[in-house]
Every structure is written in C-alpha cells, then in structure tokens.
C-alpha cells in the first residue's frame, strides 16, 4: 500500500471564520493504481491531494505514506519523503521561467544528489520518452502548452517515484492537448507507476481505473472500473 | 556555482526594470559613500605621510595672567634650540617662521618674491631650519636636502613655484630677489605637497641667517633679551622630533622645568604664568578649542557628520533594494514553492537570493567607482571637498580590493532580510499565494516611511542653509562693502606715499573714494590687553579689545554711522593724547553713560599707547556672523618712526588702501589703479582683492557644508524615487485586475493614478512630519555656531514635504500612467 489514511481532517481557521476542507477522509492508494478524485470547485479535492503529496499536513487524522505514519512529520522530513517518492504534475505547469526545459526536468534529481553523469542521462532518456528532446534548450515561455506539460510530466517522472500526482493536468489545455497527456498518464500507469490525478472533468477520469468522488470534504462514492 | 551564476544572470536580464532599479540605487549610495570615505581618510590621514609622523609633536602654549589668556600655536623662535640644548629627549626642533609683518595687525602678508621681470606674491612661505628635510619627508626634485639650507642666502622651493618662473628647466643655482634680504639662491626644488598636510608651504628660507623682521624675537647673545622672548615673541610655528621611547604623558615634567628655570622668574614679575603641551604631528590638523592659529584647521564634528550622512544613503539604498526584493515576493513565490517541493532546501534558497543581493552590489559598486570618477572630475563636489579628494586605483590596486570587499558586506547585508524572507515561505504558500504576506507589506511601508524621512528632513536641512547663507550674504553689516577694492601696500617706503597715490587714484573719476587701515573688516581685529576708564574714573583693567588703526577718512569711507561725538581728526596729537572713537560694544560692556573723555590704554608687544573716546560709532560686523561683536576701538595708525624697530623692519610694515570704486567700468578702473601703483612702487605689482570677496571668505567652509547637503538631498531623493518607481511598478502590476475592473465600472486615469499613489502620499506626509522634527534640531545646532542667524521659517519643512511628496506622486504617476490609462481589457485579460 503507498498511502493509506484514516479519518483526515483539514481546517483552516482565521479569527473570524473556520473552513473544514477535509472533513474526515478515510483512504487507501495502492501499487499501479490509477485513481481519479473527482468533485465539484471548492469540495476538498486540491487540499487532499496537497496533503497526500506531503505538500501540507493534516490538522487530524492517520496518513501512512508507504508504511510511515507522516501525518506529523515536520516540512523537513516531509520534504525527504516527498522529493524521494513523489512526482507531482500541476494544471498550471509550475515550470521554473529561468530555468531551461533540460534545467527544469533535471532539478529533482539535482536535490535529491544525482551526480552529474547520471543526470544527463536520466534526463535525456525521459526527455526522448516524453517527445520533447528537441526542445531541451528551450525556456517554458517558448513552448506550447501542450509542450510544457509534458515538460511537466517528465520532471514528475524522472527521479522514478512511487507516486504520481497530478492536480487538473488537462486544465489549461484544449482538448487536443489534454487527451495527450492522459494518454501520456496512461501509459506511464500500464507501465507500473502509480497515480493519483485530480479532475473535475468526467472525460478525463474516463481514463483511470477508480474513481473517488467528494463533496464538502467527505468522500461520497469510491467506485472501481472493469476495464 | 556555475548553475547558481547562470540562473543570477538569466534573473537580471529578464527583470531588467527591477535590477537596473537596485544597481542604480546601490551605485549611487557607493559613490556617495566612496567620496565620503577618501575624505575621511585625506582629512583623517593629515600628515601621515611623514614617516616619523608618530615622534614629531608641534609645541602649544598657554600664557595667562589675572586678566588675559592666550592659547597660541606660536611659540617663540628662541624656545626650539633652549628646548633642544637642555632636553635629550628632543632629539631635534624644526622652526617654520612666517615672513610676517610686526604691525599691531599681524597679519600674514604674502611675500612678493622676484626673478628678472616676473614679480608673485607667495603667502606661503618661511623661514625655516636647515634640518627640515630630515624631520619632515619631501619628494625630491632637484638639490640635495642634507646642504640645501645651510648656507645663508638659499631658498628651497615647491614644483608650483619652480614652473611659474622656470617652466620646466632646472632652477637650481638660479637667484630671487625680495624685500626680506640680499638675493637668495635656490638650491633645492621639492614636489608639491600633500593636499592632506597642514602646513604647506612654497618657499623655505634658510634660517642660517638673521633676517631683521625676526630681530624681536632673537636675541642670541643676550640670555634675558631671549628669556624675555619667550612670553611675547610668538611668531614661529615649533615642531620637535622626540627620541624614540618618548611618551607624551612626560612632557609635563619637561615643561614644568623648563618654566622653573628660564621663566618662572619673570612669570613672577608679570604675575602672569605659561605652560607648553604638545600636539601629535597627526592632530595638528585638528586643534585644541580656542588654539589661536592662521592655518586653516579641520573639524571634527563635519568630518563625523559626513560620515553619518554616508551611512545615511547606503542605508536608505539598503532599504530600497529590501523593499523591492520583499515586493516582489509574489513573482518569485512560485518559483520558490517549486523548488522546495522538488526538494531544494531553505539553506539553498537563501544562498540563492543573497547571490542576487551580492551580484548586484558587486555591479553597482563598479558603476559607483564609474559614478564617483565622473562626479569629482565634472561637478562641484571636488571644491565642496576642498580639492583633497583623489580616486586613483591604478596607483592604489589595494583600494578596489577594499571596494570589492565593501560590495560584497553590502550584498549580504542588503541581501540577508530578502533572502530570509522569501526563503522562509512554506511551499503551499508560495504556491498558491497571489500576494505578498501583510507583514511583508507593513514592513515595506516603514521602510518607505523611513527613506522619505531622511530625504525630507534632508531637503528641510539644505533649505535652510540655503536660507542662513542668503542671510548672511545680504544682512546689513554695519558697513558699507560693495565696491571695496583692498590694495596692499608694502613697505613704510610706499605707506610714506600714501598721500600721493591717494591724490593720483581720486584723478580717475571712477575712484570716489580712498582710505588707509592697518586691517580691515573681515581680518583679525587682534584684541589687545588693555584699560579702560569707569564711570567712577577708576581703570579697569583686564579687558580684551579690538582695535582698527586707521586714517580719519576711515569711517566716512566705509560708511560707519557716528552715534557721538566726531571722527577722528587728520591732525598729529601728543603721545598719550590718542583720539579713539569707540564701538557701542564697549559702551555697553563698560556700562558708559557718557563715553566721550573717557581714558583707554592698549598695550601690543609691550607697546603702550592711550588716549580718551573722541566718538562712538554704531556697532558694525567687523568679523564673520559667527562671532558676536565684541569691543572695539578705531585709531590712529602709529606713527611708525615713534615705533622702536630695527631698521631692517621698515620693509615689512604693511598697511591697506581701501579704494571705493563706482562700479562702473571695473576692468578698466582696475587697470588705472595697477599704473598708479606700478609708477609710484615698482617693486610690488598691484595686490589687491574686493572687500566682499574677503568676507564671502569667512563663510567657505558653511558654503561648502551646505553645498554637500545640497548634493546630499538630491542623491538621497533619487534613491527613494528609485525606490517609489520599483514599488509602484509592482503595485500596478499586482493590482491591475482591479485597476481593469474599476476602469470598466467608469474610473478615469487620474483616479486610478491618486488611488494607486494614495498609501505612498499618505507615508509621505507622516515622514515630513518625521523629518520636520529631525530637521529641526540639526539646523538649531548648526545654527548655534552663527551668532546672527536667519529665523527658522517653517515654511522650509513644508516646502520640503511637498517637494518629497511631489516627487513621490510624480514617480507614481510616471510609472502607473501606462496601465491607467490603457484599456481595461488588456488588465482583465491579463488575469
């Protein structure tokens, strides 16, 4: 099992107002999943995935992440786990702009101590396997959008993380675009990576294998597909 | 390094409004501060460049009786060899005796030195010790500094003096004739002194001979005569060179037995006492208070003053580059949430963003170098600073080390808050933020508050000055002195002409008028012990006052105002019958009801002469505006053959024809008076300077301070403008959503434009309020030293306020302008 929580609680408080954003969630992910949480704008599903990719912690609750109980683990633990274990895609891109297409797909594996050689070749393998080799020496602002997702998905896998995350990968992309990069997703969880992908879009949920639904922090249904 | 250097210099040529905003700002502040720096150093650094600068003290003394108390940087020309032959400690003396005049107005008349037809006037010559080049170091010309001296009859010169006469040929062996003595013959030709040495000088004479000015003062063969000397013959500037060893806590024991054996017995008799210390070589330049001197001194307080205000523009740049760095939070938020969620640690983001802080300090220390070159070489600064300012780093390699340095300690220090800051964000914050935290914002707006506080309060400060300066400039003194022309005359030879050249001068029509003065307004009135009658008949004794020795034609001419009384008359009078006429300061500090017939003896070098008030005239500004009107009296100049001086002396006497020009046809009046004069004394070329000329000269150092504050406030408002012009870039840019939404809804562009500007006036206002107090009290301090001085007008701190204010908005404006007035569209479509 990579993540597995129990009764996860999210609240944010300010001196006037308290906003429960996850209201109890009780979860499990497991090896080669695809799962899709799906619900409307405001329903919790960017503050859970924020907490499973160990990006925030939990006001309540258990969250055991590949056998460890992180729930209360402080950023810098947080950040070893992360930067070892998970890759994250983002509807935005979240591309560095002064960075090159080559610098940005390499970053993780600079932070995470890669020595130079194995970089580049770590690099240039997930470039080719995400088509974009020949744009390596491109900044994002030159690319499409199209393009600098996947620019996105190959920094999300180059360092070979257990887990994939991926926070309305299609959102800024027409539909042309966005079905490349499920495809893309797709591929890469026949291929024995695990995701987890937040959307709205039914479309895109299509191509994973479960799909949880939430609504006001609560997990309302949690259905399996037979493919 | 190399990845971290790359990604730096991507940084900057991507955001170039932003670091050209910081560079600029930075490079300005290093300028001012690199200026500020070689300052303190040459005004810190005085005469260091003599190598046993730390041995070599120049001897001060303090004579008082019950009534006076003198503290001279004179001493006696006999005090250096009795010191040297009864002292092993002073290991060697160096005299530097002025060519000086022996009238009562001691004057330091320049010396008119000849070569074949060329004729200068040299002010900065003496009479000095053969031994002078071994005490003090000099670059070697021409001659040989061991025998230069020795022989009576030679002269050592300076290169300035050499190539007036010479040009560049080698003058050695070459003769100069002057007034003091047969021809002298240039032996030795040194290199320019030091801007930064206090005494500079042209023209070394040797002191192997008697020259019969200095005959007051000698006395070698006659013990008493010498003993004598000491109290009264104070004309020579005295330096000693100690043994090594020496500790200056001995000179009191030194001092003490030599006062017990050569002066304690006529301190007796004079019931008076005297007491020498010594001042370092290197503190010479900065003398004790109330040390009489005619060198030109420094000052502490404007050298600390200056320091602080360097400080002050490298800290408000440093605030600058903290507000602009925190403000754009929002732009590198999201590059900072990314790295740290791909595992870059706050360490690393830190180090990041301090290389930023230290690249650009790095840069604007090059462009400040850049900057401060071209400021001492095209501005005024340089004069401002008293010429001493050089920046030479081809010649001084270790100096932009320092700078480098410097750069680098101004990076982190600019740079640590930024890099702490925009480090510290957790990733989901920076993320997902779409604006700065509040407290980043509260922060940047004290910052704001306090660059506009230095800079008004520093504008407040140069409006004032300014205002004191035009005070000073056209405050009625009490005299009349536009078209003043002040002609030296040198020699009793020449003063005995006086009657003549006055009859040919009044032949031009543009000559109205002409008197004869010892001194004139605006030199030293050299306050003499004296007696003065009271009320009750009884002298009182102990009193200090001025005097002017002057022809009868003196007050009309200068337009004083008689109160009582009459002027003086143009008649001899008996010995102890001298016709004094009288300032209203010494009718009051007398406490005269009726002043005229009262009795008044003044004594100058054991000289006395008395007389009774025969007029009172109002009080007039004889002296700078720094100084209260003190006691006064106008007399009679002394007949010189009354006067018991040797007879080599009579070249030396100088006295002053004050020439009341119409003002008309200047040049050409100037030229007249030149043929007078060449006709009637021929050795003297016509020396002249104009009476408000000499007095703007007692205000060249407030001049030149309230000149620096001007340069001052200007770098500073930049700076702030800079500041103001980053911020509001970013404001506009954070805010243009809303500026679209407000421009859809009907908002015109000076709306959005007073909107966006309302916080930075708002800081504004409340830092005039800051400065107006800060301000306040720095010019009421400055003020202190002027004892005439212009009211504070608080229109100054209000003009200040809206200059501040107007420059702000203007900045605001410039920048917000464009997407003010652009359509709304293009802002809403942004987002």
Request: with cysteine; net charge neutral.
């Amino acid at each position: 099992m990579i993540i597995e929580t129990e009764n996860l609680r999210k609240v944010y408080r300010t001196d006037v107002v308290e906003t429960t954003a996850v209201a109890g969630i009780s979860f499990s992910l497991r090896e080669r999943e695809f799962v899709s949480v799906m619900g409307p704008s405001g329903c919790g599903k960017s503050t859970l995935l924020h907490i499973l990719g160990l990006i925030d912690s939990p006001t309540e609750g258990r969250y055991r992440f590949l056998g460890e109980d992180v729930a209360g683990y402080p950023e810098r633990r947080r950040a070893r786990l992360r930067k070892a274990n998970v890759g994250f895609v983002f509807q935005n891109f979240n591309l560095i702009d002064e960075l090159t297409v080559y610098e940005n797909v390499e970053l993780p594996l600079f932070y995470a101590g890669i020595v130079t050689p194995e970089r580049r070749k770590r690099v240039d393998a997930v470039l080719q396997q995400m088509d974009i080799g020949h744009r390596r020496d491109h900044f994002p602002a030159q690319l499409s959008g199209g393009q600098q997702q996947r620019v996105a998905v190959a920094r999300a896998l180059v360092n070979k993380p257990a887990l994939i995350l991926a926070d309305e990968p299609t959102g800024n992309l027409d539909s042309e675009h966005g079905h490349e990069v499920m495809k893309l997703l797709m591929q890469l969880n026949e291929g024995g990576t695990s995701i987890l992908m937040v959307t709205h879009a039914a479309d895109n949920a299509a191509y994973s294998r479960r799909i949880v639904s939430l609504l006001d922090g609560r997990v309302v249904a949690d259905q399996s597909k037979e493919h | 390094m190399r990845n971290h250097l790359l990604v730096l210099l991507r940084n900057l040529q991507r955001d170039r409004l932003y670091a050209a905003l910081n560079i600029a700002g930075l490079a300005l502040a290093v300028a001012c501060c690199l200026i500020v720096a070689l300052y303190l150093r040459s005004e810190l650094g005085y005469d260091r460049h003599n190598v046993k600068y730390e041995r070599i003290f120049r001897v001060a003394a303090r004579s008082q009786s019950a009534q006076t108390r003198y503290l001279e940087a004179q001493t006696a020309y006999a005090l250096g060899p009795m010191l040297a032959a009864h002292y092993p400690q002073v290991q060697a003396y160096v005299r530097f005796t002025v060519v000086n005049i022996l009238d009562a107005a001691g004057a330091n008349a320049p010396l008119a030195i000849h070569h074949g037809a060329d004729t200068y006037y040299w002010s900065q010559a003496y009479v000095t010790d053969a031994n002078v080049f071994d005490v003090f170091d000099h670059r070697i010309l021409y001659g040989d500094p061991k025998t230069a001296l020795q022989a009576p009859g030679t002269v050592a010169v300076s290169e300035t003096f050499a190539r007036k006469y010479f040009g560049n040929a080698n003058p050695i062996g070459q003769s100069l004739t002057t007034d003091l003595a047969p021809p002298f013959r240039i032996t030795l030709v040194f290199a320019d002194l030091p801007a930064n040495s206090h005494l500079k000088y042209d023209v070394l004479f040797s002191g192997s001979q008697r020259y019969p000015f200095m005959e007051f003062g000698l006395f070698p063969d006659d013990p008493s005569r010498q003993r004598q000397s000491l109290w009264f013959a104070n004309f020579s500037y005295t330096y000693l060179l100690m043994a090594p060893g020496f500790r200056a806590a001995d000179w009191g024991r030194i001092n003490d037995g030599f006062y017990q054996q050569f002066m304690a017995a006529e301190g007796l008799a004079k019931r008076a006492h005297w007491q020498s210390w010594l001042q370092p070589l290197a503190e010479v330049h900065f003398p004790a208070a109330g040390l009489r001197e005619d060198l030109p001194t420094g000052n502490r307080t404007y050298l600390y003053g200056a320091a602080s205000v360097a400080l002050f523009v490298l800290a408000v740049a440093c605030i600058n580059y903290v507000n602009l760095a925190t403000a754009r939070a929002t732009r590198r938020a999201r590059a900072v949430g990314i790295r740290k969620i791909l595992g870059e640690s706050r360490g690393s983001l830190a180090v990041r963003f301090l290389g930023e802080a230290i690249l650009f300090a790095l840069i604007a220390v090059v462009l400040g170098i850049a900057l401060a070159e071209v400021s001492l070489s095209l501005t005024p600064v340089s004069a401002f600073l008293d010429n001493q300012v050089h920046l030479d780093l081809v010649h001084e390699p270790a100096l932009l080390g320092w700078l480098l340095t410097g750069g680098l300690l101004l990076g982190v220090i600019a740079g640590a808050y930024p890099a702490l800051y925009l480090s510290g964000w957790a990733p989901l914050t920076a993320l997902t933020t779409r604006q700065a935290a509040p407290q980043g914002a509260r922060l940047r707006s004290v910052l704001v508050l306090l660059q506009f506080t230095i800079s008004a309060a520093v504008i407040a400060g140069t409006l004032l000055m300014a205002a004191q300066m035009h005070y000073v400039a056209t405050r009625p003194l009490g005299f009349d002195k536009e078209n003043r022309l002040i002609v030296a005359l040198r020699g009793l030879d020449e003063i005995a002409k006086v009657p003549t050249i006055r009859t040919e001068l009044l032949k031009n029509r543009h000559v109205l008028s002409t008197t004869n003065t010892a001194i004139v307004m605006g030199r030293d009135v050299n306050p003499e012990r004296s007696q003065a009658e009271k009320e009750d008949g009884s002298m009182a004794d102990g009193l200090m006052i001025g005097h002017i020795d002057a022809g009868n034609d003196f007050i009309p001419s200068m337009g004083l105002r008689l109160l009582k009384g009459r002027n003086l008359p143009d008649k001899a009078f008996p010995g102890d019958q001298m016709p004094i006429v009288v300032n209203e300061a010494l009718v009051r500090e007398m406490g005269w009801t009726q002043p005229l017939g009262k009795r008044i003896v003044m004594w100058a070098a054991e000289i006395k002469r008395s007389g009774r008030v025969v007029g009172v005239v109002q009080d007039f500004n004889y002296a700078s505006l720094h100084s209260q009107i003190e006691p006064l009296v106008i007399v009679p100049p002394r007949n010189v053959s009354d006067v018991p001086m040797p007879t080599g002396i009579r070249p030396y006497i100088e006295a002053l024809l004050v020439v009341k020009i119409s003002g008309d046809e200047v040049p050409s009046t100037i030229a007249y008076i030149s043929d007078v004069m060449r006709r009637l004394d021929p050795a003297h070329p016509l020396d002249y300077t104009f009476l408000d000329g000499e007095l703007d000269n007692l205000y060249r150092s407030d001049h030149q301070l309230a000149g620096l504050i001007g340069v001052l406030a200007i770098v500073c408002i930049l700076i702030a403008c800079l500041g103001v012009f980053g911020l509001a870039a970013f404001t506009t840019e954070q805010r243009s959503r809303e500026i679209g939404t407000r421009k859809a809804l009907g908002a015109s562009t000076l709306q959005i434009i007073l909107l966006l500007s309302r916080k930075i006036l708002l800081l504004v206002l409340i830092a005039a309020v800051l400065a107006t107090i800060i301000a306040y009290f720095a010019i009421d301090q400055w003020l202190a030293g002027f004892a005439y001085r212009a009211a504070i007008n608080p229109l100054a701190f209000v003009l200040s306020a809206l200059i501040a204010a107007g420059v702000a908005f203007a900045t605001v404006a410039a920048q917000s302008y464009r997407t003010a007035s652009a359509d709304p569209v293009e802002a809403l479509r942004y987002e």
